[in-house]
């Protein structure tokens, strides 16, 4: 069985930074993409970063592009999110997600505040 | 960047009532489009890849259609566990985009 847990959420300040991990077990991490997505409170999905099998491709939409960073540790079928100068509109669910975007984390809050 | 435009935002209907939700992309995504079901509680799955191709374990009531820029997910008798949020997903180029949701309500 596929299973996605992520960790590493909490109230951080604003500008400060924070990292995300999602372990991942019940297929063969290294031969898959990720991604993450998010969601903001009362509001929709948004995809965050997606990486590729061996972490020597990634990609960002503007919005994070130059804050966050995507990782993984194939050795310890982990994914990280590195995300520094946070703002108060990174407050969001994060989700952790495989290529394709079929298998989805439970998800984890991040609370940008003063 | 893509956007796709997901209409209704809301869809108020009854149990038994065939629904229709659509997704329309600002250029053509070749059929590089998902659809995902979200439960008040946060849990995502994803109903239908690749345009039409139902996810192992769906029920059949569910299913996907379109081409180009026009895409469509269609439940055919509604069930009390249907109610809830509806996204549709665009891969075909990045940033991946999603639409920005239906709530399919009861009515």
């Known amino acids: 069985e596929v299973q996605l847990v992520e960790s590493g959420g909490g109230l951080v300040q604003p500008g400060r930074s924070l990292k995300l991990s999602c372990a991942a077990s019940?297929?063969?991490?290294?031969?898959?993409?990720m991604a993450w997505v998010r969601q903001a409170p009362k509001k929709g999905l948004e995809w965050v970063a997606t990486?590729?099998?061996?972490?020597?491709?990634?990609y960002y939409p503007d919005s994070v592009k130059g804050r966050f960073t995507i990782s993984r540790d194939n050795a310890k079928s982990s994914l990280y999110l590195q995300m520094n100068s946070l703002k108060s509109e990174d407050t969001a669910t994060y989700y952790c997600?495989?290529?394709?975007?079929?298998?989805w984390g439970q998800g984890v809050m991040v609370t940008v505040s003063s | 960047d893509i956007q796709l435009t997901q209409s209704p935002s809301t869809l108020p209907a009854s149990l038994g009532e065939r629904v229709t939700i659509s997704c329309r992309a600002s250029?053509?995504?070749?059929?590089?489009l998902n659809w995902y079901q979200q439960k008040p509680d946060g849990t995502v799955k994803r109903l239908i890849y690749?345009?039409?191709t139902l996810e192992s374990g769906v029920p059949s009531r569910f299913s996907g259609s379109g081409s180009g820029t026009d895409y469509s997910l269609s439940i055919s008798s509604l069930e009390s566990e249907d109610f809830a949020m509806y996204y549709c997903?665009?891969?075909?180029?990045?940033?991946?985009?999603f639409g920005a949701g239906t709530k399919l309500e009861l009515k």
């Open positions: 690749s345009t039409s």
């Open positions: 250029q053509s995504i070749s059929n590089s």
């Open positions: 997903l665009q891969y075909a180029t990045y940033p991946h985009t």
């Open positions: 019940g297929f063969t991490f290294s031969n898959y993409y």
């Open positions: 997600a495989r290529d394709g975007y079929n298998y």
């Open positions: 990486i590729s099998t061996s972490g020597s491709r990634t």
